[in-house]
């Protein structure tokens, strides 16, 4: 049985959100993340976003799916 990489404060993580697959790409390149060794942790895929604060809660992107990629540069 594998052990899956457990998130500690040290782990940092970072997701694009596009409209495109080659938005994220291209983003990824000019932040230069893979020198910097980060990768992806889940698959890519479309997501709906809603920000919540004390004031309630706002859907972002006025409700549209956007595509979300998050990558993480695990350490320890």
Request: with cysteine; net charge negative.
């Amino acid at each position: 049985m594998s052990q899956m990489h457990q998130s500690n404060e040290c782990d940092e993580f970072i997701t694009i959100i596009g409209a495109s697959m080659a938005e994220i790409n291209a983003e990824f390149r000019a932040q230069g993340l893979a020198d910097r060794e980060f990768s992806i942790v889940h698959r890519i895929g479309r997501h709906r976003f809603t920000r919540v604060n004390s004031s309630g809660a706002e859907h972002m992107f006025e409700g549209q799916p956007m595509i979300a990629a998050t990558f993480a540069r695990m350490r320890g």
